[in-house]
Structure formats: structure tokens, C-alpha cells
């Protein structure tokens, strides 16, 4: 079946610093792969996505390229601010019929000031 | 706010309890997905319909659990007897008419109802 890991949290920077949260995933054929970010007391939100090996999904700053080759789908920023604190889940589908979201355990990210 | 709504936000009960829970999906969306995520993980799938169809459920909803979109718009989660294990922040999420088979529409997800059962 379809699963996807990425790495335990929290994850605790300072502002400006560099980020990236690893994401592996197992699953047949071409899934879609997504980053979903739920900030505190809010609902989860999409942040970016990739639907295809080597496409790069960006929003706010935020990366991650879609690596077949390694099943991989790691988030990076180059600069991150106290606003991204937040919980952070990598996702993936695999647009049959249904697009259900099999999710990662979420890393949770602090940026000090 | 045109959001996706749920109701209530927060729900303690007594175990063997019965509880409901209510998704109000952005209007114009036809798939409308029930999930749930403990403390700590992430959510985990559990139904999606299709309008007022029921079209898949998950090995996680076990017979305690029923979920309903009689006209296609709002839905209602169910779970009868409820059990400890059942705690869970429970998460409705909507999408626009799917164009084909292989595509895919962005899921917006409302704010949870997060259940207690002591």
C-alpha cells in the first residue's frame, strides 16, 4: 500500500536559517505529492504540490521537487521566518477516482526570533 | 467565510456514547472526505462522497461508524458506542468536480471536530 515518512520534529530554528524536512514515500506508479501546513488553532492548508517526476512545487518562499529516483519530496526554504512555525505533512495521491490523501506523521516546526 | 465548516468543534462524551458530527463543504464542491488524525500523526482516511454517493470507506471505519450525504450538500459523521480509542480530531475536506479520472482537485479542509471520550 501507500505510505509516506517523514522526519520526527520538532524541528527548532532560528529565524533566517536554512529549512528542510525529509519526505520518503512508497507507493506504485506516479502518485501526486503535496505539502499540506497547519498553523496553530487552523485548518490544514495546501502549500504546494508536484504532479509529475522532476516537477518543483513553490509557494511562500517554501520547494520541494518531486524525485522518482529516490522517492523523495523534501520541503526546503532558504529563509524562514517566526510566522512558519507550524506543523508540516507531506502527502501523497495518486488520482484515481477517489484522490484520497495518504498523509506523513507531520514534523512540527519552531522558529525562534 | 465561505470555508469548509464543521460543527462542533470540540465534543467530550462517556464511552458507549453515541456522537454526530456535522461538515458544511464549500457549496459548489461535490467530493466531500471524512479523515482522522491522533495526537501526534497524521490524518489517516476514512470516506469520500461523490455527491450524495458514498463511493469509498476505509478498513478504519468499522461498523460503529456511519457517515451520510443525504442531498449532497452538508454531511454527518456517526460513530455509535463510542470507545476510548475513538479520541480524535476528525476533519471534513471538499473539492470541485473532479474533470476526469486522472485528475486531481486541491482539497480544503475545514477546522475539525475534536472528539474526547472518557
Known amino acids: 500500500g501507500n505510505s509516506v515518512t517523514q522526519m520526527e520534529g520538532p524541528v527548532t530554528l532560528s529565524e533566517e536559517a536554512f529549512l528542510t524536512i525529509n519526505c520518503t514515500y512508497t507507493?506504485?506508479?506516479?502518485?501526486?505529492l503535496f505539502w499540506y501546513v497547519q498553523y496553530p488553532g487552523e485548518g490544514l492548508q495546501l502549500l504546494l504540490k508536484?504532479?509529475?517526476?522532476?516537477d518543483k512545487g513553490s509557494n511562500k518562499g517554501f520547494e520541494a521537487t518531486y524525485r522518482k529516483e529516490t522517492t523523495s519530496f523534501h520541503l526546503e526554504k532558504g529563509s524562514v521566518q517566526v510566522s512558519d512555525s507550524a506543523v508540516y505533512f507531506c502527502?501523497?495521491?495518486?488520482?484515481?477516482?477517489?484522490?484520497?490523501?495518504?498523509f506523513g506523521g507531520g514534523t512540527r516546526l519552531m522558529v525562534k526570533p | 467565510d465561505t470555508g469548509v465548516s464543521q460543527d462542533p468543534r470540540h465534543k467530550i462524551t462517556k464511552r458507549g456514547q453515541n456522537v454526530t458530527f456535522r461538515c458544511d463543504p464549500i457549496?459548489?464542491?461535490?467530493?466531500l472526505y471524512w479523515y482522522r488524525q491522533t495526537l501526534g500523526q497524521g490524518p489517516e482516511f476514512l470516506t469520500y462522497?461523490?455527491?450524495?454517493?458514498?463511493?469509498?470507506k476505509s478498513r478504519l471505519l468499522s461498523d460503529r461508524f456511519s457517515a451520510e450525504r443525504p442531498k449532497g450538500s452538508f454531511s454527518t459523521l456517526e460513530i455509535q458506542r463510542t470507545e476510548q480509542g475513538d479520541s480524535a480530531m476528525y476533519l471534513c475536506?471538499?473539492?470541485?468536480?473532479?474533470?476526469?479520472?486522472?485528475?486531481?482537485?486541491?482539497?480544503?479542509f475545514g477546522p475539525g471536530t475534536r472528539l474526547t471520550v472518557l
Open positions: 457549496s459548489e464542491h461535490n467530493r
Open positions: 507507493a506504485t506508479g506516479y502518485p501526486s
Open positions: 508536484a504532479t509529475k517526476a522532476d
Open positions: 475536506a471538499s473539492s470541485y468536480p473532479a474533470s476526469g479520472r486522472n485528475s486531481y482537485n486541491e482539497q480544503f
Open positions: 502527502a501523497l495521491t495518486h488520482n484515481n477516482a477517489g484522490n484520497m490523501l495518504t
Open positions: 462522497f461523490q455527491n450524495e454517493a458514498q463511493l469509498e
